[in-house]
Structure formats: C-alpha cells, structure tokens
Nanobody, 119 residues
C-alpha cells in the first residue's frame, strides 16, 4: 500500500512561515511528479505547487514568489516552504504523487495536514 506521510502543519500569524514535508516510498517517489494541493470547506482541491522528477516546478499564481517546493531524492521527501502566509492560505494541505505506468495514471494522496493563518 502506497503511503504518503505529511508533517509540518500548524497555526501561524499572517506574515509568518511554515514548512511542510512529505515522505513517500522510494519506488513511488522516483517515478512521480510530487505536489502539494490544498482544500477549504465547500471547495475543490486546488494545486499549490508541483515538482517533477527532473526538478521542473509549477506554482499556482497566488503562491508564486511566496512558496517554494523542492524534492530531496535521497530522502524520498518533498517539501513546501511557505513564506509570507496570509489568512487565505488557510486550508488542509495534501501531498500528492502521480505518474503514468503502463498507460495507467496513478495518483496517490497523503492524509492532509491543516494550516491555519490567523492573528
């Protein structure tokens, strides 16, 4: 069973920083584009940032310049450094791993970690 284990959520004041981490199994991590998504009540899950296994990154417009995604291939870990956090960043953040294998798209999710930005 594929597991993505997240850590690092919590509560922070506006303007503060948090760092999220996600560890995956090696076989999944090495094949996958890793990413972070977030979801608020009543809304669909939205992409925050992704990093492909060649290191190429992609960010949602609202976090560009504030968030940094990186992957540590030696530790099978993807991190999301979140700076200048704002109340609208409050959400449950999910780690994602996705890849294509034998023409089948595989997508795995972590259990979610809550981020609250509040004064």
């Amino acid at each position: 069973q594929v597991q993505l284990v997240e850590s690092g959520g919590g509560e922070v004041q506006p303007g503060g920083s948090l760092r999220l981490s996600c560890v995956a199994s090696e076989i999944v991590f090495s094949r996958s584009t890793m990413g972070w998504y977030r979801q608020t009540p009543g809304n669909e899950r939205e992409m925050v940032a992704t990093v492909a296994n060649n290191g190429a990154t992609n960010y949602a417009g609202g976090v560009q310049g504030r968030f940094i995604i990186d992957r540590d291939n030696a530790k099978n870990t993807v991190n999301l450094q979140m700076n200048y956090l704002q109340p609208e960043d409050t959400a449950v953040y999910y780690c994602s791993a996705e890849y294509d294998f034998n023409w089948v798209h595989q997508n795995y999710w972590g259990q979610g970690t809550k981020v609250t930005v509040s004064s």
